[in-house]
């Protein structure tokens, strides 16, 4: 990822948090994860608000994906992600499976 792409994926993580976004997620088990409180989501339990995708600028290849998920019980989180031919192809089924 270059240095002007992480800028942008920065500068919109800080927008995220402003809007609330604050947990930190990850993918793992088939669930995401909330770094923080340890506390797990199922499919059924997380909507997708928003999801913007990054391209690096010196190598169109490398492709990045954040999600900013809302959740059942109130709380709001991102998750960044590789995307495309080397991206974790469970966490994408798992992304179709949610709601939008």
């Given at each position: 990822m270059s240095d002007q792409e992480k800028n942008h994926l920065?500068?919109?993580l800080k927008k995220l948090e402003?809007?609330?976004?604050?947990?930190?997620?990850?993918?793992?088990?088939?669930?995401?994860?909330?770094l923080d409180q340890?506390?797990?989501?199922?499919?059924?339990?997380?909507?997708?608000?928003h999801e913007y995708r990054f391209e690096g600028m010196s190598n169109p290849d490398d492709l990045s994906i954040l999600f900013a998920l809302a959740?059942?019980?109130g709380r709001k989180g991102t998750l960044s992600a590789v995307y495309?031919?080397?991206?974790?192809?469970?966490?994408?089924?798992?992304?179709?499976?949610i709601h939008v």
């Open positions: 920065l500068l919109q402003e809007m609330g976004y604050t947990d930190q997620l990850k993918f793992e088990d088939n669930k995401i994860v909330d340890s506390t797990s989501y199922t499919a059924s339990q997380v909507v997708s608000m959740f059942e019980d495309g031919p080397q991206g974790d192809a469970d966490l994408f089924a798992f992304m179709n499976e």
